[in-house]
């Protein structure tokens, strides 16, 4: 089992990025996955969560305020995050999980710069 992030970067406040998880060694379409963050000096924080099955169901922390979209794509066997409107606060490193279980991705660091 293989989570792979990637699409960080260094963007100006008021920004956009979209971040990617291929994923390889689940079956991906069953699977809810999820986005995290750590922010220097403070805990990992969950960012959002996407269902699996057949209905699919975004969640999303109150601090996205409408800002992320969390999407995904069985086809490609790929989670998105779409991210706009970046404040230097969503500065920290990003990370896929596969929901409920322990299966991370080496994470992909986020810089916004005020």
């Known amino acids: 089992e293989q989570l792979v992030e990637s699409g960080g970067g260094l963007v100006q406040s008021g920004g956009s990025l979209r971040l990617s998880c291929v994923v390889s060694?689940?079956?991906?379409?069953?699977?809810?996955w999820r986005w995290y963050r750590q922010a220097p000096g403070k805990g990992r924080e969950l960012v959002a969560s996407i269902t699996g099955g057949e209905e699919i169901e975004q969640r999303y922390a109150g601090f996205v305020k409408g800002r992320f979209v969390i999407s995904r794509d069985n086809e490609k066997n790929t989670v998105y995050l779409q991210m706009n409107s970046l404040e230097p606060e969503d500065t920290a490193v990003y990370y896929c999980?596969?929901?409920?279980?322990?299966?991370w991705g080496q994470g992909t660091q986020v810089t916004v710069a005020s």
């Open positions: 999980n596969a929901w409920g279980t322990e299966y």
């Open positions: 060694g689940f079956t991906f379409d069953t699977f809810g």
